[in-house]
């Protein structure tokens, strides 16, 4: 009777074992794919990011140009301020 015991608790160890095993196969694979999703976002948001740094360098360089003769005043983000900032 001894043998057999321990026999069945090998085997159940070793099927806990196995069981474990694809559990952290499984989320390592989920934890993969999240990781590729966020390095795509990332990148994404990366390519956005220096389309609106050149956007705003271009106004930048606009409103610097402007002819202040033109009746049209110089853009001065502290000046135009709304009174509740």
């Known amino acids: 009777m001894n043998q057999f015991s321990d026999i069945n608790e090998t085997s159940t160890s070793q099927v806990d074992l196995q069981a474990q095993l694809i559990d952290l196969q499984t989320n390592f694979s989920h934890l ?9 976002v990332i990148a994404r948001q990366d390519r956005d990011l ?13 409103v610097e140009n402007q002819d202040t003769d033109s009746g049209i ?6 000046a135009d301020r ?3 900032y």
Request: net charge negative.
């Open 50 to 62: 220096q389309t609106l740094q050149r956007q705003l360098q271009l106004i930048y360089k606009q």
């Open 82 to 84: 709304p009174p509740h």
């Open 32 to 40: 993969e794919m999240t990781v590729e999703r966020l390095d795509e």
């Open 73 to 78: 005043a110089p853009f001065d983000v502290m």
